[in-house]
């Protein structure tokens, strides 16, 4: 008889995937624990075994130290690995031996969820050897990638918005709760409301640069932007933020890029607009001296960007495996999941404006069939067969352990050094 586990659930998505996982696991005869740090965290538990957390972030590392002794927890399982409470708490766990089960939304987008062992980005300890993710996509064998799933509308918005009001209004309950956003979400709310409102009149003048690209003779490039409180870039990057990287991207470009050559930055689809990056490209473009070769597409799609163009250049942004299984050379400034050699250009980025370098389109499907067979789940939060999907693979999953499976576990993350080296504070 398989010898009984202690599951300890801290915050999930903003959906009950973590409850009905919770549900498999105690209908396979384990034990399910549960820590809220706010009130938001009460709306997505829906069953019993939660214990509530009030106290400063300060002694959140004694307190969850002292809780999974006492408890005997086994597996501790979070969403969002370098959210403060969940460092702390996976620091802990590694110490004491307790297995780390940390998700994300899916590296591959839209129908995907990412479970792994320990970490996940930089952390994860999927290979970037491209021999061994031949290897593993030859094992996990042929996967069919047609979306399945129908994202609604509501099932993004209203959990969040639920969420976050609900933590803005009962802030009393849990005083010393720190949220890991870096914006007011009623500020932000308002702000991306009011840029919801001109979508169409920010569209129109990127779909006529698109064209206008597609019909002149001049190469370009595309430098997605990321959202400002992405982890992606406060933690596993040197750059802290968007600005930092921008300039960092232009200096090159003005030095090293062929004078006929234009570079277009890509807003996020749900930047909200604090940033007002409209006024912040024009300007870095002006002080580096590019401000006739800078394009800044402040809507529309990214596709139409990506097509025809010379490569694309960005921080560690998941539109770089878009760009990649669409045959586009990609220059990552750091070393995302995808940043394997064959796959993204590793000259210099002085260098990759003059000679972009086209990723393997064969190892491109090998990484992600390896990705899909062994971190990725098949399901989302936002559609409810979606739901059911994700909650079915990931409990098979853990309960199976087939976390990192046919050999996708390196130890240490295979990415982390290079990170580390290049500044990032991890």
Known sequence: METSRTFLFLQGPLSPL?????????????????????????????????????????????????????????????????????????????????????????????????????????????????????????????????????????????????YNLANVAFWFLYPHYRRHTIYNPVIEYVAAGWRLARKERRDRPARALAEQLHKGRVPWFVLPMQLEGDFQLRDHSPFGGMEPALETVFRSFAAHAPNDCRLVVKAHPLDAGLERWHAVV?????????????????????????????????????????????????????????????????QPLDAFWRTPTPPDPALVQAFVTALAGTVQARGTIHSREGLDAAVATMSARILEDRLNDHGAYIDPPPRLARARALGAPL
């Open 18 to 162: 973590f409850s009905h996982i919770g549900d498999r696991l105690a209908e396979a005869g384990h034990r399910v624990l549960r820590v809220n740090l706010c009130v938001g965290d009460r709306l997505h538990w829906r069953r019993d075994g939660a214990r509530d957390y009030r106290g400063s972030v300060a002694a959140w590392p004694s307190f969850i130290d002292t809780f999974m002794e006492r408890e005997g927890v086994t597996d501790l399982i979070l969403h969002g690995d370098r959210r403060i409470y969940h460092r702390m708490a996976a620091d802990a766990a590694r110490a004491r031996g307790i297995g780390v089960i940390a998700t994300e939304l899916g590296y591959l987008r839209p129908d995907w969820m990412t479970i792994e062992r320990d970490g996940t980005s930089t952390g994860s300890h999927f290979p970037d050897d491209p021999d061994t993710i031949s290897r593993i996509a030859d094992e996990v064998g042929a996967i069919d990638f047609t979306p399945r799933f129908r994202t609604s509308f509501w099932r993004v918005a209203a959990p969040d918005v639920a």
């Open 282 to 346: 024009p300007r870095l473009a002006r002080d580096t001296g590019i401000a006739d070769r800078v394009d800044h597409a402040d809507g529309g799609g990214l596709d139409d960007l990506l097509a025809g163009s010379s490569g694309m250049v960005t921080v560690n942004s998941s539109a770089g495996l878009e760009a990649l299984r669409a045959g586009v050379p990609v220059k990552a400034l750091c070393p995302a999941i995808f940043d394997v050699p064959g796959m993204t250009d590793f």
